[in-house]
């Protein structure tokens, strides 16, 4: 077969790879195989949102949100999800929802073994990723969110339906109560950006509540999906 003036002697249908289309629970988050098509990776998220508490699964319903107007059906039956992550578009409806939701990658390779890369660090540049030629994309994890964690999705095309994106983003903030002395907060373990916030004075109000943690991504405005690392 050649495509793209390039000849492959092998071809393998990812989606019928075992390891790849593995699917997990735990109490962390949903682990999806990176060979699931974005079909059922649609129906898994529906599914967890059914039967999960429902500030867990805010994030979930930002996913699905989304692929609701990613491409067409036909698409999203033969389209995987680690195809959408590694082929890295800039404009990707799905990557800058994993960047700021905190999700992480786990790629392997032959003599590397298994390693895990925080979505909002795996795009390295246009179309370049951080895996070695060797490796693969395996598994995603999507985070589950927290009780004030709260999501949101954005896309924005010339047209609703079937359409590339012009723009797009993931959106995703923590709020926690303030504290008198103020709250300080660092690089959250997912990676994902965090905003550091302190009030400057004391104050004794135990009802005002603040944005502790922010992961915001974009599409569509840089070589590559990026992270809103200052905001």
Known sequence: MKFKDAGYKHLAAVTHVPELAEVSVTDAGLQVGAGITLSK???????????????????????????????????????????????????????????????????????????????????????????????????????FTREKEFTREFKQSPRRDDDIAIVNAGIRVLLEKQTANGLQTGTAANGAAVANVTNGHSSSSSSEWIVAEAGIAYGGVAPKSIMAEKA
Do not use: C
Request: charge should be neutral; aromatic fraction near 8%.
């Open 41 to 143: 990776l649609l129906d898994l998220l529906h599914s967890q949102i059914e039967s999960q508490l429902p500030h867990r699964t805010r994030g979930f319903a930002a996913a699905a949100e989304q692929l609701r107007w990613f491409a067409g059906r036909q698409i999203r039956n033969v389209g995987t999800l680690g195809g959408n992550i590694a082929t890295a578009s800039p404009i990707s409806d799905l990557n800058p929802l994993w960047m700021a939701f905190g999700a992480v990658f786990t790629v392997v390779g032959q003599g590397t073994g298994l390693r895990e890369v925080p979505a909002s660090k795996f795009f390295l540049g246009y179309r370049k990723v951080d895996m070695a030629p060797d490796e693969v994309l395996l598994s995603v994890h999507i985070p």
